[in-house]
């Protein structure tokens, strides 16, 4: 992934399944909410979305700081704003049991649907996106009711391609501390500086009603 740009507002920033989941000051980018279909209902508020910039190494693509917990809200102006950013998606991986009302698929303008599928494995405070036949891109998830300040933080540091080492090393030091025992290191084939490399671990739980 080789981008190097901030979306945020611009006042502040199982075994099949398993094989098609999932610098400089970033300038704002403004991308238009693309809830146009009836399902599901988008949140009108701007991705605030933070991506490394051009040449940038770490356990992460960028940062994500959604507004809440419910995906088929959140995941379309995601989805858009990655689009307008020269990413489009097909593919989109999340954890089971951090997500609720988790559609199978989400409409997106003059493009197929991004299919989306759910994981008790993967690390609750990231998600996969998969573009054709392009490298995944990983996002560092920020909890929705993490404080400004520390979300803003980790924003800024994915924008300058500082997010290395597990996710909750990342949010900790931030002050925006994810779910305890529900943190990961990042993929192994996205291990960065500070990490210890291992396989990451699987975790447990029940999907939950939704």
Same mark, same amino acid.
Request: no cysteine.
């Given at each position: 992934?080789?981008?190097?740009q901030?979306?945020s507002? !611009?006042? *502040?920033?199982?075994?099949?399944? +398993?094989?098609?989941?999932?610098? @400089?000051?970033?300038?704002?980018?403004?991308? $238009?909410?693309?809830?146009?279909?009836?399902?599901?209902?988008?949140?009108?508020r701007?991705?605030?979305?933070s991506?490394v910039?051009?040449g940038?190494?770490?356990s992460?693509?960028?940062?994500?700081?959604p507004?809440?917990?419910?995906?088929a809200?959140e995941a379309?102006a995601?989805?858009?704003?990655l689009s307008?950013?020269g990413?489009?998606?097909?593919?989109?991986s999340?954890?089971?049991d951090?997500?609720?009302?988790?559609?199978?698929?989400l409409?997106q !303008?003059? *493009?197929?649907p991004?299919?989306? +599928?759910w994981?008790?494995?993967? @690390?609750?405070?990231?998600?996969?996106?998969? $573009?054709?036949?392009?490298p995944?891109?990983?996002?560092l998830?920020?909890?929705s009711?993490?404080?400004?300040?520390?979300?803003?933080?980790?924003?800024?540091?994915?924008?300058?391609?500082r997010l290395?080492?597990?996710?909750?090393?990342?949010?900790?030091?931030a002050?925006?501390?994810?779910?305890d025992?529900?943190?990961a290191?990042?993929?192994?084939?996205r291990?960065?500086?500070g990490?210890?490399?291992?396989p990451?671990p699987?975790?447990s739980?029940q999907?939950r009603a *939704?």
């Amino acid at each position: 992934m080789t981008t190097g740009q901030m979306i945020s507002p !611009p006042d *502040r920033a199982d075994a099949a399944r +398993s094989d098609d989941d999932g610098g @400089d000051a970033p300038s704002p980018l403004r991308v $238009a909410s693309s809830g146009t279909h009836p399902e599901p209902v988008a949140d009108d508020r701007e991705p605030r979305l933070s991506l490394v910039p051009p040449g940038g190494h770490g356990s992460f693509d960028g940062a994500w700081w959604p507004h809440g917990g419910r995906l088929a809200r959140e995941a379309p102006a995601l989805v858009a704003a990655l689009s307008a950013a020269g990413h489009p998606i097909s593919r989109m991986s999340v954890n089971g049991d951090v997500w609720t009302d988790i559609p199978d698929r989400l409409p997106q !303008p003059g *493009r197929p649907p991004v299919r989306i +599928s759910w994981y008790h494995t993967l @690390d609750p405070h990231t998600v996969t996106l998969t $573009a054709g036949d392009r490298p995944r891109i990983f996002l560092l998830v920020i909890p929705s009711d993490a404080a400004a300040d520390a979300a803003e933080d980790v924003l800024r540091r994915a924008a300058t391609g500082r997010l290395s080492g597990p996710s909750s090393q990342i949010l900790r030091h931030a002050g925006a501390a994810p779910l305890d025992g529900l943190s990961a290191p990042p993929p192994a084939d996205r291990v960065g500086p500070g990490t210890d490399g291992q396989p990451r671990p699987a975790v447990s739980g029940q999907r939950r009603a *939704r």
